[in-house]
C-alpha cells in the first residue's frame, strides 16, 4: 500500500481504539464514583482514601529535617503571597471539598463500537484532585522531605553527571519551582497531583545538584509487572541502555529541558538502574509496563475533608452509581460479545480494515490488492493467513511469538513437559475467563487428539457440573463447559484454538 494510504488506516485504527476506550472508561468511572462515594458515607470508622504521589513524601508527625528545596520553594511562595495569602488559598481549597456534588449517573449507553462518550470531569476525580491539592499545602508548609525508598541515588560511573549536564538540570529545576509558584497563584483542582509531582521532582532535583550525580524518583514502584525468562532479557537490557544514553545526550546537546524530556530520563534512568541490578545477580528481569511517565506511589492524607453530604445521601448517590455501572457493562457485553466463529480478533481485524477503507473512499483492490470478506472460515487464523497471502499485496510477513512460545524456547526437558499442563504451569494461572482443561495443544501436533480428547471429558464434565449448578449462578459454569467441549473439538482433527488466557 502507499504511505498515505498506510498513515490513514492506521489513523482510522487508532481512532477506533480511542472511541472503544472511551466506551470502557465510562463504567470504571462510575465505579470509582459510587466507590467513594460509600467510603466517604461510612461513619463508623476513618475512610481509607490514597492520594496518588503523596507516597512519595514521609507522612507528617515524622522526626525527619525538611527538605532544603522545598523549604526554598516555602520561602519564596510566602515572600510571593504571605502566610495569609497561603491560608487563604488552603481554606478555599477545603471550602471547594465541602462543596463537591456528584452529578447524576445519567450517561447514555453506547448504540454500537463507533459512539464516543463526552468527557466529564467526574465526582471521584475532583474530590481526588481537591484531595492532592491540599495535600500539596500542607507538604509545602513543612517542606516534606522525600521517603527514603521513593527515590534512588545509585553510584557507579555511569549516574554521574558532567558539568553541562548539571547546569542544563538547574536551570530546568528553575523552570520547575517557578511553574509550582504559578500554580499556587491561581490553584485549579486538576493542579493537586501535578503539584505534588512537581514537589517531588524539585527534591530529588535538588539532591542531584548537590550530589552531582542522577537522583531520580522511583517510578516503576507499584506498576504491573511480568517476568521475563532469562534469554528473553538481554534485548530488554540493550533497549534500556540506549534509551538512558539517549536522553543523556539530550541532556548535553545544549537545548533546554522540558517536563516531557525530564520524565523520559526519569523512567529511562529507573530501566536502566532494574537492569543494572539484574545483571549483576543474574535475577529474573521483571519487565515493569508504565502507566504513565508521572510518578504516582499513594499515600494516605493527613486529615480526611469530606464533602457536606449526609450520609443517607450519599449511599443513595453510591447505589444509582452502582446501578448506571452495571447497565454500561451489560451494554458493552452486548456490543464486544466474543463469538468462536462470527466475532473473534481475526472477523474484526477483517471488518475493521474494510470499515477503514470505505471510509477513505478506497476499494480493497486499489489500497490493499484484493479484497477479503469475512466468512465463517477465517475465523480460524491459519485460514485467514492464507487467504492474505492470496488476495493481498504481501510484501512482508513476520511472526511476533508470544509470551507463553519464548518461555518455552528457554526451558530444559522435564521444565518443558510441566508446561504442557496450566495443573502445573510455571506461567499460566487459573482465571475466571477460561473453561477448565488439562492440557495445552498449541506446541507438538502429533499428540493434540489425545490432548483434546482429555479436555473434551474435563469440559463435559464440567457442563454437567454446570447442569447442577444453573438455580445458583445462572449458568454460568454450564457456558464455561459447553465452550471448553468446543474448543476441544478442532484438537481432536489436529487443530488448535485454544491459547489459555495469561494476565
Not at 465505579?31 to 470508622?45: K, M, N, Q, V
Not at 539530550?250 to 516531557?260: H, I, K, T
Request: hydrophobic residues 40%; neutral net charge.
Amino acid at each position: 500500500m502507499t504511505p498515505d494510504v498506510y498513515a490513514a488506516l492506521r489513523e482510522s485504527f487508532e481512532n477506533r481504539l480511542r472511541r472503544q476506550n472511551a466506551q470502557f472508561e465510562v463504567p470504571e468511572a462510575l465505579h470509582r464514583d459510587g466507590e467513594i462515594l460509600a467510603t466517604l458515607a461510612s461513619t463508623d470508622t476513618p475512610p481509607r482514601l490514597l492520594v496518588k504521589g503523596l507516597g512519595l513524601f514521609e507522612p507528617a508527625r515524622t522526626d525527619v529535617p525538611e527538605d532544603p528545596a522545598l523549604a526554598g520553594l516555602r520561602t519564596r511562595a510566602l515572600a510571593r503571597y504571605g502566610a495569609e495569602g497561603l491560608e487563604t488559598r488552603m481554606a478555599s481549597v477545603g471550602q471547594a471539598i465541602l462543596g463537591l456534588r456528584p452529578d447524576p449517573p445519567d450517561d447514555p449507553l453506547p448504540m454500537d463500537a463507533n459512539g464516543s462518550p463526552p468527557w466529564r470531569y467526574r465526582f471521584a476525580d475532583r474530590y481526588h484532585d481537591l484531595l492532592a491539592l491540599l495535600e500539596a499545602y500542607r507538604l509545602l508548609e513543612r517542606a516534606a522531605p522525600l521517603r527514603h525508598e521513593a527515590y534512588h541515588a545509585p553510584a557507579g560511573r555511569e549516574f554521574a553527571l558532567k558539568p553541562g549536564e548539571i547546569e542544563t538540570l538547574r536551570t530546568f529545576a528553575r523552570k520547575l519551582e517557578e511553574s509550582a509558584l504559578a500554580a499556587l497563584d491561581q490553584p485549579r483542582p486538576d493542579q493537586g497531583p501535578g503539584l505534588l509531582a512537581a514537589f517531588a521532582r524539585l527534591e530529588a532535583l535538588g539532591k542531584t545538584l548537590r550530589y552531582g550525580r542522577l537522583v531520580f524518583l522511583d517510578t516503576l514502584n507499584g506498576r504491573e509487572t511480568t517476568e521475563l525468562p532469562w534469554g528473553s532479557a538481554p534485548p530488554v537490557f540493550t533497549a534500556a541502555d540506549a534509551d538512558f544514553r539517549l536522553a543523556r545526550q539530550e541532556l548535553s546537546s545544549g537545548r533546554e529541558l522540558d517536563e516531557v524530556g525530564y520524565s523520559l530520563l526519569e523512567n529511562a534512568a529507573n530501566r536502566r538502574l532494574e537492569a543494572r541490578k539484574v545483571l549483576a545477580g543474574r535475577a529474573p528481569f521483571h519487565l515493569r509496563v508504565s502507566a504513565g511517565l508521572m510518578p504516582s506511589r499513594p499515600g494516605s492524607p493527613t486529615e480526611t475533608v469530606r464533602p457536606a453530604l449526609g450520609a443517607e445521601e450519599m449511599q443513595d448517590a453510591a447505589a444509582a452509581f452502582r446501578a448506571a455501572e452495571s447497565g454500561q457493562r451489560e451494554r458493552l457485553k452486548q456490543i464486544y460479545r466474543y463469538h468462536l466463529v462470527e466475532r473473534n480478533c481475526v472477523t474484526e481485524l477483517f471488518r475493521t480494515l474494510n470499515d477503514s477503507l470505505a471510509g477513505l473512499n478506497r476499494s480493497g483492490t486499489q489500497a490493499l490488492g484484493g479484497h477479503i470478506e469475512p466468512t465463517a472460515v477465517d475465523a480460524i487464523p491459519f485460514v485467514s493467513a492464507q487467504r492474505v497471502e492470496r488476495h493481498y499485496r504481501v510484501t512482508e510477513s513476520f511472526e511476533l511469538a508470544s509470551r507463553r512460545k519464548l518461555f518455552l524456547e528457554t526451558l530444559d526437558s522435564e521444565a518443558y513437559l510441566a508446561e504442557l499442563s496450566p495443573l502445573s504451569s510455571a506461567i499460566y494461572r487459573t482465571n475466571d475467563e477460561d473453561s477448565l482443561f488439562l492440557f495445552f495443544t498449541d506446541t507438538a501436533a502429533w499428540p493434540r487428539p489425545l490432548f483434546g480428547a482429555a479436555n473434551l471429558a474435563v469440559g463435559t464434565a464440567e457442563a454437567l457440573a454446570g447442569l447442577l449448578a444453573s438455580p445458583f449462578d445462572a449458568g454460568r459454569t454450564l457456558h464455561h463447559g459447553l465452550r471448553g467441549m468446543l474448543v476441544s473439538l478442532p484438537e481432536l482433527a489436529f487443530f488448535n484454538i485454544r491459547k489459555g488466557t495469561f494476565r
